[in-house]
């Protein structure tokens, strides 16, 4: 695996760069950021949160192929009664048949046809656990991105804002971790869920972009197939965006080349494609 390793050191370093390399996006990218939360919270936070969601969606789309203007509409609730996580509103189907149907999410087909999409009263529903936003740290400037970290414990808001769009955007489905089946009860598939591949008991994404970079396809998470690595896969997978076994924060991360790879595996273009 060492040659695998070191086309990914190189991979990384390539990213780092990139990230700061986004063209401007011709079309223009507008959030609408509203909250509903289950608690009081205070109009500054709130003002941080929306700062923060505004840049990291700034981020992403910078990276993606967008044709017409696009109001991405995100509803945002503050729960103690739900752990951190995003979803479009909506999943809209592509293709496929009775007993299979396959669904994108509403944020990929906005990004795809904005103007069929942009009229939906809301896009992207993203839940922040409470107790988890005690711990936020909001980051001076959301888009450059390189002020020091705070002190240990404290989590990058727009690293885990970063994480969750991801999700709502194609990084979603159905399937069982475990046995790799749909679990939905008629059997729908997303275009992640398309990639996904089950080899001696592991789940891999195994999408021709991502093979391409990653040799065998990324090991999925156990119990969790909507990440990638664990503790005892490549190292380097462990300081990666959507790394599903846990970070020491604090911790930042930056949308790299394996999950535009994920992306554009999951039918969505991705400026100078891989
Ligand atoms: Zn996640």
Known sequence: ?????????????????????????????????????????????????????????????????????????????????????????????????????????LFASLIKDPAKYNQKPVHIRLFINSAMLEKFWFDPDPIKRDSPLPERGKIDAVTVLLHELLHALCINGWKDSETGESSSPNGAISTYDLNVTEKSGRLYFSGPKVSKLYPGGIPLTARNYKHYGQRGDDPDLSNLLMFGDGHHHPFRSFINQLDLAIIEDCGIKVKNGL
């Open 1 to 105: 695996m060492k040659k695998v390793t070191t086309i990914f050191a190189s991979i990384i370093l390539a990213v780092a760069c990139l990230n700061s390399a986004v063209s401007p996006q011709k079309a223009k990218v507008t959030s609408q950021i509203w909250f509903e939360n289950d608690v009081e919270v205070s109009k500054d936070i709130e003002g941080e949160i929306r700062r923060s969601l505004e840049a990291a969606v700034q981020t992403l789309t910078g990276f993606l192929v967008i044709s017409e203007d696009v109001t991405v509409k995100i509803a945002v609730k503050v729960s103690p009664d739900f752990p951190t996580s995003c979803r479009s509103a909506e999943f809209i189907r592509i293709g496929g048949e009775r007993g299979g149907y396959i669904y994108e999410q």
